[in-house]
């Protein structure tokens, strides 16, 4: 782990979080209100704040950390697309599937959720392949 390895962490954990709240916070934000008893509410839910940083500095490290375990000599774009699709494979698309099972989310919600945090993941895949490219790669 080298300098780079902890800037690519560091931006990725910003756009994540960013990205999140935006999926979460703005885009989602109707289809959750209209969940009171599935959610806490707003003043609830920023006592718990710090676990939600916690997990993202988690996720970005692990992110950075895969990605640069497994990156190849190939055009970093498509590697970055492909390793956030393969993630979303991984998390987004089976976690919230099974939530759906679980939960009395409207399917509608669920979608959502699927379709705009994998749109997350590609852009993330984006950002850690071109801050961990190697100019000496394709």
């Not at 640069?68 to 919230?96: D, H």
């Amino acid at each position: 782990m080298n300098k780079k390895f902890f800037v690519a962490w560091a931006v990725v954990f910003v756009v994540w979080m960013l990205g999140s709240f935006v999926v979460h916070g703005v885009l989602l934000n109707a289809d959750y209100a209209s969940l009171p008893n599935m959610f806490r509410q707003e003043t609830d839910a920023q006592k718990y704040f710090p676990f939600m940083l916690l997990a993202h500095v988690i996720l970005a490290g692990a992110f950075v950390w895969i990605y640069a375990r497994g990156a190849e000599a190939k055009p970093w774009l498509g590697q970055g697309l492909r390793f956030g699709a393969a993630v979303a494979f991984l998390t987004v698309i089976p976690t919230y599937t099974i939530y759906y099972a679980v939960q009395p989310m409207p399917g509608v919600a669920v979608v959502k959720q699927i379709v705009f945090d994998g749109i997350l993941l590609l852009i993330l895949g984006a950002v850690v392949a071109f801050l961990q490219r190697n100019p000496n790669r394709a």
